[in-house]
């Protein structure tokens, strides 16, 4: 089948010359708000991220180079004979979380599952659990708005949300394990190197979330001994959120760091953020993940407006 392919992730209408089986395909007759193309892109010289006229390229030797322009555009110079997986692999992590910063959309490093009609986000270090969390709330009957990357924006009245992100989730291999699935049925996040040992697993298409989702409060994953959860407030919540957001170590290269930091702080004033301690241990799973439900749902009717 020969493209372009239209498709929906993060709330934006996206049309791609390079099939994408990750999202959510869709048939719209308006413009794409973005474009993926594939294309020659020059070299800077250098890996990583290097500012470019009017945006930003991301260059991963021994798979592509990505232009990244203006909120709008996504340009591939892949290398010859990668495996589309692995300039997926970067082209929707990387450089899409780089895309969403130049749409001056917040993305923060972080799960989203929705629980009693509300989006709740759980963020932390690599490590911390996020995904580990999302595949015990998808195997008991919620539905996963978003992995890894959680895009958020406000309304007018600076309101929340969480737009829809991939739908699947992308679990270690003893956590893949624990969860009971089966490693040879999924495909490694990265194709090619059998020491990659985290794996795609994907969502069922028909429960993807079609439109963003009020944001309900944000939990900062923490290790330690036991479980406890204590509201962030102020300049802490908000440096947790700075702190937490997705390739934030590349918002000085956009050069909208204020912006950014502002976007942090109104979200620390209108969502409530909870450092939530927790052993690191699959065992407990069962145990915790309800007492954190138990928190979500008493979280809610406490900061609920009070009828006069």
């Not at 290398?79 to 082209?91: H, I, M």
């Not at 270690?172 to 490694?188: C, I, K, P, V």
Request: glycine content about 8%; hydrophobic content about 40%; aromatic content about 8%.
């Amino acid at each position: 089948m020969i493209g372009p392919f239209d498709y929906s992730l993060f709330g934006l209408h996206i049309r791609s010359e390079l099939r994408l089986p990750e999202l959510r395909a869709v048939t719209l007759a308006s413009d794409p708000q973005v474009n993926v193309r594939l294309g020659s892109v020059a070299s800077v010289g250098q890996s990583g991220l290097v500012p470019i006229e009017a945006g930003a390229q991301l260059t991963i030797d021994g798979i592509a180079r990505y232009a990244i322009s203006d909120g709008s555009t996504i340009t591939i110079d892949r290398e010859a004979d990668v495996p589309d997986a692995n300039v997926r692999l970067y082209l929707l992590g990387s450089a899409m979380g780089i895309l969403l910063h130049q749409r001056e959309l917040l993305p923060l490093h972080a799960n989203a599952v929705e629980i009693d009609c509300r989006a709740y986000a759980f963020t932390g270090a690599s490590g911390a659990g996020k995904s580990t969390l999302a595949a015990w709330f998808h195997d008991h009957g919620y539905n996963i708005i978003a992995d890894d990357v959680c895009a958020i924006s406000f309304d007018q009245d600076q309101n929340p949300s969480v737009a829809p992100g991939l739908p699947r989730l992308r679990l270690w291999r003893e956590a893949l394990d624990r969860s009971g699935r089966d490693a040879a049925g999924y495909e490694r996040s990265y194709a090619g190197d059998d020491s990659w040992d985290k794996y795609d697993v994907p969502l069922p298409q028909e429960a993807a979330i079609p439109a963003p989702v009020p944001l309900g409060g944000i939990y900062l994953l923490v290790k330690g001994d036991a479980l406890a959860i204590t509201r962030l407030r102020g300049i802490e919540a908000t440096e947790a959120m700075f702190a937490n957001t997705y390739r934030g170590a590349h918002v000085p290269a956009f050069g909208n760091v204020g912006k950014h930091w502002q976007s942090c702080v109104r979200l620390a004033s209108h969502t409530p953020i909870f450092q939530l301690v927790r052993p690191w241990d699959l065992d407990r799973l069962a145990s915790d993940i309800p007492k954190i439900v138990s928190h979500i749902r008493s979280a809610l009717t406490d900061l609920a407006p009070k009828t006069p």
